[in-house]
């Protein structure tokens, strides 16, 4: 009976050594070349074409093709704001970043912002005392002065349409919680009331402005007073609530806020909603 029972387990043996042979099949090397960006991209988090380059020593043109075979497939994406190409979520070794998720989401979409609106956008989600840029259309912009973020600009959520957007519509005891953390230690009652009907009227309206302006010293706030820039912005809502904000910037000498709102509030909405949609989709939530 010992003789018997050797034979399958050399025979198994031998088929598992066999298994890590050469087979003389040759490799795709067009497959190693992508798998070889995807994985400097995915453990990078992010890298530019010319890191690329560099790093991997293939011509621009090659991997250009190569990285646009992997868009194709939903495996990098590449960030508007930087031309940087990012790791998809759905190839991440761990928990997606919730911040590049949402870009993600909302890149595609501020593209064709881009192409029904002349001026730019950002958007950008909540912190513990600003908002956090995570994406911008603004290289697409035809104009000079279009230069907003970069990604990881902390906006102020008492002087910028995008902050005031978000504050908004946040639940009353998230914005009570803000508040508290940008309030000055001699705040008096006039600062809250002013920072409340800003609120109520934002809200009542469906969108935000940078004006009028609140005393209270935070972060940008001579920024605003001095940039000669213009904004409206609404909220981004998901499934439960607002997830981020996404604004519109311009000269304040090239057209009034009503103007704009007017002309490019329906679109501006339109994407917001659409964002949120996709996140809700995908069971965004931070």
């Excluded at 040759?26 to 890298?47: C, F, I, N, Q, Y």
């Excluded at 970043?97 to 890149?107: F, K, P, V």
Aim: hydrophobic fraction near 45%; aromatic fraction near 4%; proline fraction near 6%.
């Amino acid at each position: 009976m010992g003789g018997q029972s050797a034979g399958p387990r050399r025979s198994t043996d031998q088929a598992e050594d066999d298994a890590h042979k050469p087979t003389g099949v040759k490799s795709v090397r067009a497959l190693e070349r992508g798998l070889d960006v995807l994985l400097a991209v995915r453990t990078a988090g992010g890298l530019g074409l010319n890191a690329l380059h560099q790093q991997l020593g293939l011509p621009k043109a090659t991997l250009l093709r190569l990285l646009q075979t992997l868009a194709s497939r939903s495996l990098v994406w590449r960030r508007l704001a930087d031309g940087v190409w990012m790791p998809a979520a759905v190839i991440q070794g761990g928990p997606a970043d919730a911040g590049c998720r949402l870009a993600e989401i909302a890149s595609p979409l501020m593209v064709e912002l881009s192409n029904r609106l002349v001026w730019p956008s950002v958007i950008a989600i909540p912190r513990a005392d600003h908002m956090e840029v995570i994406e911008t259309n603004s290289p697409m912009s035809r104009f000079d002065f279009a230069s907003l973020g970069p990604v990881g600009v902390k906006l102020s959520y008492l002087h910028t349409a995008t902050g005031r957007a978000y504050l908004a519509a946040c639940g009353e005891a998230e914005r009570a919680a803000l508040v508290a953390r940008l309030a000055p230690p001699d705040a008096g009652p006039d600062g809250y009331h002013l920072l409340e009907a800003i609120m109520d009227e934002t809200r009542a309206r469906g969108w935000s402005t940078r004006v009028p302006h609140h005393p209270w010293a935070d972060r940008n706030r001579q920024t605003v007073l001095r940039d000669g820039k213009h904004s409206i912005a609404v909220a981004v809502q998901g499934r439960g609530g607002p997830i981020a904000a996404l604004n519109i910037t311009w000269p304040s000498r090239r057209a009034s806020v009503a103007d704009v709102a007017e002309q490019c509030l329906g679109s501006l909405q339109a994407i917001a909603e659409r964002i949120g949609q996709a996140a809700a989709a995908t069971d965004f939530t931070w």
